[in-house]
Nanobody, 121 residues
Framework: QVQLAESGGGLVQAGGSLTLSCVAS????????MAWYRQAPGKQRELVAE???????NYAESVKGRFTISMGKGQRSVYLQMASLKPEDTAVYYC???????????????WGTGTQVTVSS
């Protein structure tokens, strides 16, 4: 099993920056996929950004040019650098992995419990 733990959320003014971190534990194997999702009040959870161990990255249109996702050395952590934050970025941000080996062996990926990001206007 893999457990994911996020940190780095908080309150920031519009135009400011935050970096979220997510560390995996509970297993020793490396992860080939990690991602960040977010869920704002009253809205569905949406993909923010994802990265593979091969360096492929995918971003939601709403964050392109402002957010940068990176995978840590050892492929057991992921970071989300957020800049030029807007009030509409306010949400709970969740770390996720859909590592192919994990999904194959357990039938599902893994999620963290989330970290709140609030952007004031």
């Amino acid at each position: 099993q893999v457990q994911l733990a996020e940190s780095g959320g908080g309150l920031v003014q519009a135009g400011g920056s935050l970096t979220l971190s997510c560390v995996a534990s509970g297993s020793t194997f490396t992860l080939d996929h990690m991602a960040w999702y977010r869920q704002a009040p009253g809205k569905q959870r949406e993909l923010v950004a994802e990265v593979t161990s091969g360096g492929d990255r995918n971003y939601a249109e709403s964050v392109k040019g402002r957010f940068t996702i990176s995978m840590g050395k050892g492929q057991r952590s992921v970071y989300l650098q957020m800049a030029s934050l807007k009030p509409e970025d306010t949400a709970v941000y969740y770390c996720n992995t859909d590592d192919p080996w994990l999904v194959t062996t357990t039938g599902r990926g893994a999620w963290g419990t989330g970290t709140q990001v609030t952007v004031s206007s």
